[in-house]
């Protein structure tokens, strides 16, 4: 055994690994600390040989239960950043804030920011396809991977990047088998992707083939290590962030959203956000909201627009400001980056905020809270959700994304309570279906995790056992993550 590599079986270190930010308890069998590749080998074989299954985790931050299992959990310490141009490279431990410092101090930037940047890993970042505010302007993660050093449990170590699809379709083993199949299968694979303009769900085929190239890192990415360990991690970076301005509305009404957002959404903005303020009134923190202007009832919708100077940043607010149909909403700017931090912080303190929540012993739950429509359907979505939470006469918190049309919904239930156990598996099927039917997803970016592993094969009617096929190309024995967005035949 590498003299590095580090196992954990202390009570309480398995009892602080047993758990992540959702809602299960498993306590693993041990907990391998990685210090550089080679452990990662030592750690494949020492599953492959004791037959015990593999759990990657970064840092805990999963709302799914990605990172919990009751094998052989693996944790990497080394955290190492290093810059190239417009491209960094980076050990999956480092925390998306340092990285934002480490890229600022070369006036670059990497635009996917989850709320969760103060905590979570690029490594959770790159397994779970993150995204967060800014995607609607600048994509997900996906868009930024260009080569990943992975650790397979057949393979061994291996440095995955984009190719040619022609070498690709006659290339080594695993990458020439899953090249075809994407070939052999890729209208079938276009026509069941979900209409939405971001999605975490399954293995995401559909961004495998594009300008001619075969894409492996994608494959990866989003994969919730259920085909191997992550060892190093290659990403393009961006030029350094234009000037910016964030622009609130206050409205009273889904009809009024419905109105606000799509006409946000033509202006082009990098962000448009979504609050629910009797999130912060109910946990009694109505002072969070004297900062904006308007009552304390109904929603904040926020648009974050940009420019590469001050004039141009003023001309597409006056362009947003001239709209009749937003003109009447009263909309104010924010250029004060004091204000704008303080309101941007508010957004990212909701879930905390709301994890305050109680209504006797029910708290806020997830499971349904990440669900994704396309964006001319988020008004039908949320006026479904209102009228079944009136039905069951439950409490319920919804806030997100609403340029992606991508919502963090959470019932307030006691999960210790067998009746509301039942529900909430209820309401998670009676919302993914209400889902489907518009044509979104169960998971816009949180992925699926155990939690939603059962319906992703309903997601994927059609290819779902492509998606097996090509899990068992890389883990044919599921040691990865075993029940982890899929479930084994």
């Given amino acids: 055994m590498v003299e590095s590599l580090r196992i954990l079986t202390e009570k309480k270190v398995l009892s602080e690994y047993s758990k992540d930010a959702g809602i299960r308890t498993i306590e693993p069998r041990a907990v391998f600390v990685a210090e550089d590749e080679g452990d990662l080998l030592q750690v494949i074989r ?19 239960d ?126 069941e992707r979900p209409k939405t303009t971001k999605n975490s ?40 962030p234009p000037l910016r301005s964030l622009m609130v509305v206050s409205i009273d009404s889904l009809k009024d959203m419905e109105v606000v957002v799509e006409e946000l959404r033509v202006s082009k903005p990098s962000a448009v956000e979504l609050l629910d303020k009797s999130i912060f009134l109910k946990a009694r923190r109505g002072d969070l909201l004297r900062q904006f202007r308007g009552s304390q009832k109904g929603y904040l919708v926020y648009a974050e627009i940009e420019g590469k100077d ?26 004060d980056p004091g204000e704008m931090s303080k309101a941007w912080e508010t957004r990212d303190l909701t879930l905390t905020i709301a994890g305050e929540m109680r209504s006797g012993n029910r708290y806020p739950v997830p499971g349904i809270e990440d669900l994704v429509v396309p964006p001319g359907k988020l008004r039908d979505i949320l006026a479904f959700l209102e009228t079944t939470f009136a039905d069951l006469g439950l409490e319920f918190i919804s806030y997100g994304h609403a340029g992606d049309a991508n919502l963090h919904v959470r019932p307030l239930l006691d999960m210790s309570d067998g009746r509301d156990n039942k529900l909430h598996r209820e309401i998670m099927r009676n919302c993914f279906e209400a889902v489907w039917k518009m044509g979104g997803s169960i998971t816009g970016e949180h992925g699926d995790g155990l939690l939603r592993a059962e319906y992703v094969k309903e997601q994927y009617v059609e290819t779902y056992e492509l998606m097996v096929q090509i899990k068992e190309i890389y883990d044919p024995k599921w040691l990865m993550n075993p029940g982890v967005k899929l479930q084994r035949p």
């Fill in 201 to 240: 769900s399954g293995y995401r085929l559909e961004r495998l083939i594009h300008d001619g190239l075969f894409d492996l890192p994608r494959l990866f990415v989003g994969s919730e290590g259920t085909l191997g360990l992550i060892s190093r991690i290659t990403c393009q970076a961006r030029g350094r």
């Fill in 66 to 191: 990605q990172s919990v299992g009751s094998g052989y959990v693996v944790v990497q310490a080394q955290k190492e950043v290093q810059i190239s141009g417009r491209e960094f490279q980076c050990t999956p431990a480092v925390i998306k804030a340092d990285q934002n410092s480490t890229l600022e101090q070369s006036n670059l930037w990497m635009p996917v920011d989850p709320s969760s940047y103060r905590a979570c890993s690029i490594g959770g970042m790159v397994s779970n396809n993150s995204a967060g505010a800014r995607t609607l302007k600048y994509g997900s993660t996906l868009e930024y991977v260009k080569e990943l050093t992975v650790v397979l449990p057949e393979e061994g170590r291996r440095v995955v990047k984009a190719l040619p699809l022609d070498e690709a379709l006659h290339g080594d083993g695993s990458t020439r088998k899953v090249a075809n199949l994407m070939v052999e299968n890729w209208k079938t694979i276009l026509h």
């Fill in 310 to 335: 001050e004039s141009e940043l003023q001309r597409a607010f006056e362009q947003i400001a001239s709209n009749e149909k937003l003109a009447e909403f009263d909309p104010f700017l924010l250029t």
């Fill in 46 to 64: 020492r599953a492959n040989l004791d037959g015990v299954p593999i759990t990657p985790r970064g840092s805990g931050t999963s709302i799914p």
